[in-house]
Every structure is written in structure tokens, then in C-alpha cells.
């Protein structure tokens, strides 16, 4: 049953999360057991170049350019800041 000053985790939950308190499910025992230093990522992934892909990236860097070339300008203008160029 619920003390006050308990925190349930759900509601209507009869599992309390207390500090300090020991629970029977739940442990931080691997964490204890753990290394001081662990690299969690162990799957390597080869890096390489796909050409097919190459033509759809320029395309997106020149679209991306011409938008932030606009987007440049309406800031000069609603800021009032000259342009120069």
C-alpha cells in the first residue's frame, strides 16, 4: 500500500519507487558489475560511395543554395541592414 511521500510509477500501481529502497524485479547490478569504460556501439558499418546518389545530392546542395540566397535577402529587408553584393 501506497505511504505518503511514496511515489508509484503507474497509476494505481502497486510498485513503489523510493530511494535507497531494494526492489525484487529491478537492480542496477550490471551496472555495478560493469566496466569503467565501456564502448556500447560494436557494429561497424563500411563506408563507401554509392554514384547513383551522387546527381540527387548536387541537386539538393544547389535547391538548398538558392533557398538560403532568398531567405538572406527577406532578412536584410525586414531588418533593415544593407546588402551588399
Known sequence: EAKEGDYT????STVLAKPGRQYKYWNN?????SDWITFLWD??????????YFLPILIGFFVSSA???GDIAASCVASKIPSSG
Open 29 to 33: 547490478q550490471k551496472i555495478r558489475d
Open 9 to 12: 510509477l503507474d497509476k494505481g
Open 67 to 69: 533557398e538560403t540566397i
Open 43 to 52: 557494429t561497424t558499418f563500411p563506408l563507401g560511395f554509392a554514384p547513383e
